[in-house]
């Protein structure tokens, strides 16, 4: 008898690069995953005639919310063109996906964290020195499915 063990965060990170590269190849894209060497790209993906390329940060969870730091957060303008999405996957028996633009994401947690320093007196209760940072589904249910956002297919 084996037993079975949960994956590993690395396993669960990687499982979402490959299935968002597996949707982008389905719905008439290309994606080229990164090994752990491109530092906030896990993917890039192209239209067919590669006439649009994008980069793709990939985030994933199997529950509770997805986790990046306060550093990715900035104050950014909406950029109609933009060529840098983040991925959230929501890795349940069938995957949802969350298509974000990254000045929107960057614009989110900067506000967010300045929302959670301003109700606690300016910094962390627990710990000061903290850069962790929490998505939660909520904030980001209205780009659900939002695929078209890429512009490559």
């Known amino acids: 008898m084996s037993i079975s063990r ?22 008439g894209a290309y994606a080229v995953p ?11 993906a192209s239209n067919i005639d590669q006439s649009r390329m994008v980069t793709i ?11 990046t730091t306060i550093e990715r957060g900035q104050l950014r303008e909406d950029e109609p063109n933009e060529t840098r999405f983040w991925i959230f996957v929501e890795l ?7 298509i974000v633009p990254e000045w929107w994401i ?11 320093l301003n109700q606690h007196g300016g910094h962390r209760p627990r710990n000061s020195s903290s850069n962790h940072h929490s998505v939660s589904t909520k904030r980001i249910q209205q780009w659900h499915d939002r695929w078209d956002l890429l512009g490559i297919f």
């Open 106 to 116: 960057q614009n989110d947690i900067h506000h967010a964290h300045q929302d959670y």
């Open 34 to 44: 990164f090994a752990d060497n491109m530092p906030h790209i896990d993917l890039m």
């Open 92 to 98: 349940v028996e069938i995957p949802r996906y969350y």
């Open 6 to 27: 949960p994956p590993t965060r690395y396993q669960v990170a990687r499982s979402g690069e490959y299935f968002v590269a597996a949707e982008l190849y389905r719905r």
């Open 57 to 67: 940060q990939v985030k994933t969870k199997r529950s509770g919310s997805w986790h």
